[in-house]
């Protein structure tokens, strides 16, 4: 099983600031990495997928960036609504698995 | 858009059988835009990471996460557009918020969630 490790466990960061959050996997797993954002009692929404990727809907100011093994993930100027965890998979082998989360809180 | 909505018993005793429902809305499961769509079942324990435990095609092809040691069974019915998992022998390791999600590869739409507790 590939595992996920995300860093730092949670970041505090004042509105308008930049936020970037660490992922790195136990193997290659080329580009196919996804991030997720959680808010409290609240299901995770897709942020972004094959590491840079956004669905639509997704706001500019979120980014990724990285490649086999490591990855990075940016939100440029942090608004009051991003205040949330985040987590990333890894789709490239069964079973995905997901890092634990960083959370991002107001400083 | 593909709206998800789960339903079951919130709880569950030991080494009984949890099962759950989740009911598709805003399209068939089987067919038009939803038909190449993968339906997953994530789980989360209260306050902690996510984990993905199954996930199931339209066609029936099913994969499921190892770590539930072959307890987990997910099925499908166009018929009421739904599809449900079924855990076998339940521990108190299965106690999480059960999700039930969809999407073209990933997960790109989610249910509200449903916490099942394990407890006697």
């Known amino acids: 099983e590939i595992e996920m490790t995300q860093s730092p466990a949670a970041l505090s960061v004042s509105p308008g600031e930049r936020a970037t959050l660490s992922c790195r996997a136990s193997?290659?797993?080329?580009?196919?990495l996804a991030w997720y954002q959680q808010k409290p009692g609240q299901p995770p929404r897709l942020l972004m997928y094959?590491?840079?990727t956004r669905p639509t809907g997704i706001p500019p100011r979120f980014s990724g960036s990285g490649s086999g093994t490591e990855f990075t993930f940016t939100i440029s100027s942090l608004q009051s609504e991003d205040f949330a965890v985040y987590y990333c998979?890894?789709?490239?082998?069964?079973?995905?698995?997901f890092g634990q989360g960083t959370k991002v809180e107001i400083k | 858009q593909v709206q998800l909505q789960e339903s079951g018993p919130g709880l569950v005793k030991p080494s009984e059988t949890l099962s759950l429902t989740c009911i598709v809305s805003?399209?068939?499961?089987?067919?038009?835009?939803?038909?190449?769509?993968?339906w997953n079942w994530i789980r989360q324990p209260v306050g902690k990471g996510l984990e993905w435990i199954g996930r199931?095609?339209?066609?029936?092809?099913?994969r499921y996460n190892p770590s539930l040691k072959g307890r987990l069974t997910m099925s499908l019915d166009t018929s009421k557009n739904r599809y449900s998992l079924r855990l076998d022998s339940v521990t108190a390791a299965d106690t999480a918020v059960y999700y039930c999600?969809?999407?073209?590869?990933?997960?790109?739409?989610w249910g509200q969630g449903i916490l099942v507790t394990v407890s006697s």
């Open positions: 999600t969809a999407g073209g590869y990933l997960a790109d739409y």
């Open positions: 805003g399209g068939s499961i089987s067919g038009g835009s939803f038909s190449n769509y993968h």
């Open positions: 199931m095609q339209t066609t029936g092809s099913t």
């Open positions: 193997q290659n797993i080329n580009r196919d």
């Open positions: 094959s590491a840079s």
């Open positions: 998979q890894q789709y490239i082998e069964w079973p995905w698995t």
